[in-house]
Nanobody, 115 residues
Framework: QVQVVESGGGLVQPGGSLRLSCAAS????????MGWYRQAPGKQRELVAA???????KYSNSAKDRFTISRDNAKNTVYLQMNSLKPDDTAVYYC?????????WGRGTQVTVSS
């Protein structure tokens, strides 16, 4: 069982920045594919950014050029640096760890972009 815990959400003004962190348990973190998803009220959960075990990354169109996903295997942590935030980025952000054909989810962290 892999435990996943997100942190770093909060209230930020449009144009501001936030860095989300996601810590995952286990001794095989370097073999986890990690992803950030978000779910806004009344909408389906969507992929924001992901990073594979080789360090490759992919982004949604809305995140490209504004968000950066990175991982620190020594700390069992993946980050999501979010810049130039917009009100449309308001959502609960969830971290996902994919390992051994299983998906593990955190409880999410709220990001609110508002003036």
């Amino acid at each position: 069982q892999v435990q996943v815990v997100e942190s770093g959400g909060g209230l930020v003004q449009p144009g501001g920045s936030l860095r989300l962190s996601c810590a995952a348990s286990g001794n095989s973190f370097r073999f986890y594919a990690m992803g950030w998803y978000r779910q806004a009220p009344g909408k389906q959960r969507e992929l924001v950014a992901a990073t594979g075990i080789g360090g490759g990354t992919k982004y949604s169109n809305s995140a490209k050029d504004r968000f950066t996903i990175s991982r620190d295997n020594a700390k069992n942590t993946v980050y999501l640096q979010m810049n130039s935030l917009k009100p449309d980025d308001t959502a609960v952000y969830y971290c996902n760890a994919h390992f051994a054909s299983s998906d593990y989810w955190g409880r999410g962290t709220q990001v609110t972009v508002s003036s």
